[in-house]
């Protein structure tokens, strides 16, 4: 990540384009205007030609649309008790398809269940790593702009929240608020936010000093319309990247939350709290957390295979590795030893 | 160094305070433990005593002043639920952590060192591009779900291991089989990277013509060289296990510091969990300071001298997660 730090202020003073993709930006006002011209279209054709990366925004996409339709096609058969098909096996066609993966000893279908619990999942880790991320990184970026106080205050706040025990917080806001999925949103992105925070400052310090925000300021722009057009447009790749790897890493935690029994509290289901609810019947129905936990490792490696790609295709001085025409091995071999 | 210790002292001393006075008011705000510990028929006389015996009826401004006052006397309180002293407790539970935490580094390291390595001299190559999967694989399995199906496959099924415990060798088996793969997934990667960039510098070259062999120019040029960025992903994660590995800790029953965090948490036993969130605070500041000499062990072109600008490199180095570190070609 060093790596992108110094490569991507390359962008920004030398008008060169270092994609051989085409596009040939048009006289770039600033990084973002360049940016978005030349990448949006790009981006997507080159996640297309690699098969890693691809095949991780498929399933992230699947998981995505499991969540926004699958509780109204199977929310029935979730909460659908059947004493008859109580612990029944997986993959035993006899059962009918909803039973495909087995049923817990209620004789609820473990498919739909699963399919419920992929909603509750996704709305606590989306909002929690959007949440985080918007405040992190804008946080980030003007205390890195600024310098001196501001910088350090911002430092030492991360510190504490970093080295703050964030099970605890946990207990606290379930036991005086409500353990509303609200409530652990707030929890998850309150301690992810030293990350953004962190890696933003970091990288708009070192912007600070660059001859275009040198420039910018020259002419008189003030410091908010700076950060916005000037340093804002060349850390979100960088930010966007770590929120991919975020969305990882809240994902378990709010599993691990779950697990404990401080997360996600029943009726409702998330995958950790599945894992959690299946672990005294380990030995009689393997299949009640054998699946949710796959449903985890899936998804996850899912976003760290979309993360290494995005890392890649995000820096200018690193895309041409995805788009080298005629070269297709070269292009195929390059996301897997880049993985991050 | 003692200006660099001076130093550090100052940096932490704040974020370690604000920490404490922290738990301290967010435990009390978990509720009444007398709610807990007294029968559901206690009279209000009983819970006034209750409250006035571990002196929770005082204010909170007082019951902190208090607390801080026994603390500079090494007066941490007693716990609500076994009466002895929360210091006692703490102490006797963090050994089991560390001896796990330790193992778990060493063995991370060792392996994650030798397959990546082995991953970046052939770059693109099959063992890389397979060393790279199982990595991030490693690194995306939740501990509880591995813990759980290692459990269900070596305990249950196999009978090889027990399910708990810490009793003879086979006991450490499992926790540190479950804990081993975060750090060495992160770490594989870390050092992959800083491998491939280490062998395309031209002092390999160099070496390499020299008539250095290949496993010299890997282990003396190279690898010392690649150690650095893989050293602070290292440290970050060992802090992490320090912190206690509290899920793995209460599924395998490990009588380490999660543990008795989590239950302190959970019992309201507020001495306890302010003595064991001191104790791991205090060995993280430790090992901060080893990481730090282990730079200029390494680097010498890092000395403690230069404290100031090494965490400021370091704060830039640590602000991506272990995860994405550096990965050049």
């Not at chain 1, 490792?297 to 995000?314: D, F, Q, Y």
């Not at chain 2, 694989?137 to 269900?152: E, Q």
């Not at chain 2, 960039?197 to 282990?219: C, D, M, W």
């Not at chain 2, 008795?260 to 001495?271: E, G, H, P, T, V």
């Given at each position: 990540m060093s790596q992108t730090t110094q490569d991507l202020p390359g962008t920004g003073p030398d008008g060169t384009k270092k994609t051989p993709a085409g596009h040939s930006a048009t006289e770039p006002a600033s990084p973002a205007r360049r940016e978005a011209k030349s990448t949006t279209p790009n981006l997507f054709r080159l996640l297309l030609r690699d098969k890693f990366a691809c095949s991780g925004a498929v399933v992230l996409f699947v998981v995505l649309l499991t969540a926004a339709f699958g509780p109204a096609l199977m929310g029935d058969l979730a909460t659908k008790q059947n004493l008859l098909f109580a612990n029944k096996a997986p993959f035993?066609?006899?059962?009918?398809?909803?039973?495909?993966?087995?049923?817990?000893?209620?004789?609820?279908?473990?498919?739909?269940?699963?399919?419920?619990?992929?909603?509750?999942?996704l709305l606590?880790?989306?909002?929690?790593?959007?949440?985080?991320?918007?405040?992190?990184?804008?946080?980030?970026?003007?205390?890195?702009?600024?310098?001196?106080?501001?910088?350090?205050?911002?430092?030492r706040i991360a510190d504490v929240i970093m080295s703050f025990p964030s099970l605890l917080l946990a207990v606290v806001v379930l036991y005086v608020f409500s353990p509303s999925i609200a409530n652990i949103v707030l929890i998850l992105a309150l301690t992810r936010i030293p990350i953004y925070l962190r890696t933003a400052r970091a990288e708009s310090a070192e912007l600070q000093s660059r001859t275009f925000v040198d420039a910018a300021r020259t002419f008189g722009a003030r410091p908010n319309a700076i950060i916005v057009r000037h340093v804002i447009p060349v850390v979100t790749p960088t930010i966007l990247t770590l929120a991919t790897l975020e969305f990882c890493y809240v994902m378990l935690a709010e599993s691990s939350l779950s697990f404990l029994g401080i997360g996600i509290q029943p009726p409702d289901v998330s995958w950790g709290l599945l894992v959690s609810q299946g672990r005294q019947y380990l030995q009689t129905a393997w299949w009640l957390s054998i699946f949710p936990?796959?449903?985890?490792?899936?998804?996850?490696?899912?976003?760290?295979?979309?993360?290494?790609?995005?890392?890649?295709?995000?820096?200018?001085?690193?895309?041409?590795?995805?788009?080298?025409?005629?070269r297709k091995k070269l292009i195929t071999r390059i996301p897997a030893k880049e993985s991050k | 160094m003692l200006t660099y210790l001076r130093k550090r002292i100052v940096s932490s001393a704040l974020p370690l305070v604000v920490v404490i006075v922290g738990v301290f008011a967010l435990a009390r705000l978990t509720g009444n433990p007398a709610s807990l510990y007294l029968p559901l028929n206690a009279t209000d006389q009983m819970r006034a005593d209750f409250a006035a015996r571990n002196g929770l009826d005082q204010p909170l401004l007082v019951q902190m002043a208090d607390y801080f006052g026994g603390v500079l006397q090494l007066d941490f309180g007693t716990s609500l639920r076994t009466g002895e002293s929360a210091a006692a407790m703490a102490l006797r539970a963090f050994p089991a952590t560390l001896q796990l935490a330790a193992t778990t580094m060493v063995i991370a390291i060792v392996l994650a060192v030798i397959v990546g390595s082995w991953a970046a001299l052939k770059p693109n190559g099959i063992a890389d591009?397979?060393?790279?999967?199982?990595?991030?694989?490693?690194?995306?399995?939740?501990?509880?779900?591995?813990?759980?199906?290692?459990?269900?496959?070596?305990?249950?099924?196999?009978?090889?291991?027990?399910?708990?415990?810490?009793?003879?060798?086979?006991a450490w088996v499992l926790p540190i089989g479950t804990l081993v793969m975060r750090p060495f997934g992160a770490l594989v990667q870390v050092v992959r990277g800083a491998m491939v960039?280490?062998?395309?510098?031209?002092?390999?070259?160099?070496?390499?013509?020299?008539?250095?062999?290949?496993?010299?120019?890997?282990?003396?040029?190279?690898?010392?060289?690649?150690?650095?960025?893989?050293?602070?992903?290292a440290g970050d994660l060992t802090v992490g296990l320090v912190n206690g590995a509290v899920v793995v800790e209460t599924i395998f029953g490990w009588p380490g510091i999660g543990k008795?965090?989590?239950?302190?948490?959970?019992?309201?036993?507020?001495?306890v969990l302010q003595a064991c969130v001191l104790l791991t605070a205090l060995a993280i500041f430790v090992l901060n300071i080893v990481i730090d000499l282990l730079y200029a062990l390494l680097d010498p072109r890092v000395r403690p001298a230069s404290a100031a600008s090494r965490r400021r490199a370091k704060a830039s180095r640590a602000a991506v997660p272990a995860q994405s570190a550096p990965a050049n070609a």
């Open positions: 035993n066609p006899a059962n009918g398809w909803e039973y495909f993966l087995g049923s817990d000893s209620l004789g609820r279908s473990v498919l739909g269940r699963l399919v419920v619990a992929t909603r509750t999942t606590v880790a989306v909002p929690a790593v959007a949440v985080a991320m918007l405040i992190g990184s804008l946080w980030g970026v003007w205390a890195g702009y600024h310098r001196g106080w501001r910088e350090n205050a911002s430092m936990g796959l449903a985890i490792v899936i998804t996850a490696i899912s976003a760290n295979l979309l993360a290494a790609w995005l890392r890649i295709a995000t820096d200018p001085s690193q895309r041409w590795r995805l788009a080298v025409p005629g | 591009r397979i060393c790279s999967f199982v990595s991030m694989a490693a690194a995306s399995i939740p501990d509880f779900w591995l813990a759980i199906v290692g459990i269900w496959v070596f305990a249950i099924t196999l009978g090889w291991v027990p399910t708990s415990g810490v009793a003879g060798a086979a960039s280490a062998l395309a510098e031209p002092y390999i070259k160099l070496a390499r013509s020299k008539g250095a062999s290949q496993s010299r120019v890997v282990t003396r040029h190279a690898l010392r060289n690649a150690a650095a960025p893989a050293l602070t992903v008795l965090m989590i239950d302190s948490i959970l019992q309201r036993d507020f001495a």
